[in-house]
């Protein structure tokens, strides 16, 4: 017999906003081109994901592009309001309240209408309230992220890992059926069913009446924001909204699948996700439940935020702020343990700046590398372009651009942050005779001596030339200042 489940008041996990400064940056704009003193609400789109690694927060993400394009792939679709304010004042005397009654009464209609059992992304709404100072780059700002609120508490049983209802052969198909909905954008709200066979069936929640019929036992799941073992994410409070106004007559409880996707070091898992019983809360058609979700300040109080962007509202500081971060999310989910900070510091050499120097570069560049040096004795010709990638045709006119200029000005084109410096040298090579010309000996010996000022103030060396002969001096010097050393070329590769 089964043990009776005890029941508890449910506690959810809220969001907290993360705003994009380029988001700002466009507001910025727009404000100043577009809406003018237009104060009328706007249409924004955010979202979130249920992918997060343990120990981050629930975050609703505004982006850049949050006026004109709605997310992509697997993150969930929540549709924003913009209310910007022409003034402080403004800003600070709009009633706070009725703005959050107005979203909840929207999603509540969508409720009673039954547009939400359609496209329950309707469940996700959020209000953004700001002023923007285009003066002094200061801008203020309140998130509310409305939740319909029942008269009597929301009361589940204790949470289950997934692991204890499905098997891993069954995650994995679950994680395939659910990567299906994501190309149809069906993946925030859905169902699942798991019959004793070991199949397993996913459909929209637009489709539970027939999925009902057709299976015996079903999860009504929808994906999780949270990362919290006990506790399922604010998008579950309004979807329990809609559970129960269309479910009111046929289930006193449901088994809520709270679905979290993560991968770490290459390997993908859902076994950390939740399973909990919530009793579905009593409402009246007639009556619209209360609704909450202003969010709080950084100071845990109920108040508005201020960023200031004085200082990177610049189109460089903008680039460089957006590198750090999509260098922070690399490591957050592929590779915890790396300093940023020391990849960021370190001083590389390339010697070489054609096919492998042009794309060591850049990849340097992509994992955050802010110092390069890009040496070679050459110039841009017309077969460079094609195959090397920091070239273009007006590289190779008028007898060519010196190759590493050519490389660096590129880098600081694709990324002002980074300080890319080009040198002309010529490496003295093994076999190769000095000739008796006049000051020949002396230009040879002058450029021994600045290849080595190059690699006893850089930190790790790149030998990208096209000879093993080209190679052997820096090779020498390089292991003789003991600096770390890679050597790529089309015969071997060796650090």
């Known amino acids: 017999m089964a043990a009776e489940v005890e029941f508890s008041p449910l506690r959810f996990a809220s969001f907290a906003s993360v705003v994009d400064t380029g988001f700002w940056h466009e507001l910025s704009r727009r404000k100043l081109d577009v809406y003018a003193l237009d104060d009328k609400p706007k249409p924004l ?67 009673v209408s039954g547009e939400a059992a359609k496209d329950p992304t309707l469940l996700n709404q959020f209000l ?145 996700s939740i399973v909990i ?53 690399m490591r957050w989910r592929i590779i915890p343990g790396i300093d940023l900070d020391l990849v960021a510091g370190t001083k590389c050499l390339l010697l070489g700046s054609g096919t492998l120097g042009c794309n060591v570069a850049r990849c340097l560049m992509g994992w955050g590398v802010r110092t390069i040096t890009l040496v070679d004795n050459s110039r841009v010709s017309y077969s460079n372009p094609v195959r090397q990638s920091l070239f273009v045709f007006n590289d190779c006119v008028n007898g060519g651009k010196p190759k590493g200029d050519a490389a660096a000005e590129a880098l600081r084109r694709i ?28 230009r040879v010996k002058e450029s021994v001596k600045k290849l080595e000022e190059l690699i006893e103030t850089h930190d790790a060396i790149f030998l990208l030339m096209d000879t093993r002969e080209s190679r052997w001096l820096p090779t020498v010097i390089a292991a003789a200042k003991r600096k770390v050393k890679c050597s790529t070329s089309g015969e071997c590769m060796c650090v």
Not at 178 to 186: A, G, S, V
Not at 225 to 231: G, H, I, S, V
Not at 416 to 431: D, V
């Open 45 to 111: 789109n955010g979202s979130y994901t249920n992918r997060d690694p343990a120990g981050l927060p629930s975050r609703l993400s505004v982006d850049y592009d949050a006026f004109d394009k709605a997310p992509a792939g697997s993150n969930c679709l929540s549709y924003g309001t913009l209310m910007n304010t022409n003034t402080p004042d403004a800003f600070k005397t709009a009633d706070k309240s009725q703005l959050l009654n107005q979203a909840g009464q929207k999603i509540w209609d969508s409720v």
């Open 277 to 329: 019983k919530v009793k579905l809360p009593s409402l009246t058609a007639e009556e619209t439940p209360k609704c909450v979700g202003w969010e709080k300040n950084k100071r845990q109080k109920m108040g508005p935020r201020m960023v200031d962007l004085s200082s990177s509202m610049d189109p460089s500081r903008i680039a460089e702020s957006a590198v750090d971060l999509n260098l922070k999310l």
């Open 128 to 272: 953004l309230l700001s002023f923007a100072d285009l003066k002094k780059y200061h801008f203020l700002y309140w998130f509310a992220i409305p939740a319909l609120f029942p008269e009597q508490p929301i009361v589940a049983g204790p949470a289950q890992p997934l692991s204890t209802r499905l098997s891993e052969a069954q995650m994995g198909r679950l994680q395939e059926s659910w990567d299906d909905l994501c190309t149809n954008n069906d993946q925030s709200f859905f169902l699942v069913s798991c019959e004793g066979d070991g199949s397993v069936d996913v459909a929209p929640l637009r489709d539970w009446e027939t999925f009902m019929k057709n299976h015996s036992q079903v999860l009504v799941a929808f994906s999780d924001p949270c990362t919290l073992e006990a506790n399922p994410g604010w998008p579950l409070r309004n979807y329990l909204v809609l559970l129960a106004h269309i479910w009111k007559e046929k289930f006193d409880a449901v088994d809520i699948l709270c679905y979290r996707d993560r991968t770490f070091q290459g390997v993908r898992s859902s076994s950390h």
């Open 415 to 442: 990324f002002p942050g980074i300080n890319a410096t080009g040198i002309g040298l010529s490496i003295p090579m093994p076999g190769h005779s000095v000739s008796s010309a006049e000051g020949e000996l002396e």
